[in-house]
């Protein structure tokens, strides 16, 4: 069974359709929106469809190579899903709050990773010859660092792809990924810039139904694909293109061009679909 498929009904029954406000919206995103009803961009979840294939093609091709896949997002809605679908698939998850060099400064990330773990097996030793208040500073000095590194403990090193929920709430995450050119799959509300996003696609970051959707075929995804290739000396796997060029640029513009061919008439006659989010 494939577990990651989806339908355009999946999705508009999540409500991954429904973008911010007009005023609140990124103009680089106006290729994907479909129109607008009440003050509310709707986003066009037939492009949707065929992105957000194009991306699990592209995380099944890391995960059959072995890949490391980080699931990224630290708001309220995200958290819960991202924590339960990257486990689901074995993979590695921040779901709390991201630290700046995460990616870009790992040897820093790793000494505090290395006191987590220290922490965690004081913790399982028996606590043999503590006082009732060391014991208590282990223990919150071990919640504060597993609530921002449990989900990355075992990573190992860097990712070889991130998966993000909401790139503008997740900007530092983005920046340091393109930086040091890890791919980048990303949902993408009305409000978002796709430019430096490997596989961008266009839905709802806010709703959590449609962010467990998007958790689900992504995990999904990795789930149904059997590691294939071993990895390189450093950790990362060999055979993936991180100098690729986001498909976004190219996309935006084909949709551009086809776009300003159509009837501005024709926008007005779309028929109309309810709801609102800021």
């Given at each position: 069974m494939d577990s990651s498929k989806f339908t355009l009904?999946?999705?508009?029954?999540?409500?991954?359709?429904?973008?911010?406000r007009t005023r609140?919206?990124?103009?680089k995103m106006s290729s994907f929106i479909y129109g607008e009803k009440d003050g509310i961009h709707i986003?066009?979840?037939?492009?949707?469809?065929?992105?957000?294939?194009?991306?699990?093609k592209a995380v099944k091709e890391v995960a059959q190579l072995g890949g490391k896949i980080l699931f990224v997002g630290t708001k309220r809605q995200a958290s819960g899903p991202v924590a339960e679908y990257a486990s689901k698939c074995n993979q590695y998850f921040v779901n709390h709050r991201w630290l700046g060099g995460m990616l870009t400064n790992w040897g820093t990330i790793s000494k505090s990773i290395k006191k987590l773990q220290d922490l965690d097996s004081q913790l399982q030793s028996q606590n043999q010859g503590l006082t009732k208040k060391e014991l208590l500073n282990l223990e919150r000095g071990y919640s504060k660092l597993n609530r921002?590194?449990?989900?990355?403990?075992?990573?190992?090193?860097?990712?070889?792809?991130l998966f993000v929920i909401d790139t503008v709430k997740e900007a530092t995450a983005v920046k340091e990924a393109s930086k040091i050119g890890i791919p980048i799959v990303?949902?993408?509300?009305?409000?978002?810039?796709?430019?430096?996003?490997?596989?961008?696609?266009p839905g709802n970051d806010d709703a959590s139904h449609a962010i467990n959707l998007f958790c689900k075929v992504i995990s999904g995804a990795i789930s149904d694909t059997a590691p294939s290739a071993a990895k390189s000396d450093s950790g990362r796997v060999q055979g993936i293109n991180k100098s690729k060029e986001p498909e976004s640029n190219n996309k935006i513009k084909e949709q551009k061009d086809t776009k300003e061919q159509k009837d501005t008439k024709e926008q007005?006659?779309?028929?109309?679909i309810g709801g609102k989010k800021e």
């Open positions: 009904r999946d999705l508009f029954e999540a409500g991954a359709h429904f973008g911010h609140r919206w990124n103009p986003i066009d979840l037939q492009q949707t469809v065929s992105l957000l294939a194009n991306a699990v921002t590194l449990g989900g990355i403990r075992d990573m190992g090193g860097t990712p070889d792809m990303a949902i993408l509300d009305t409000n978002s810039n796709p430019d430096t996003i490997t596989y961008p696609v007005k006659d779309k028929p109309s």
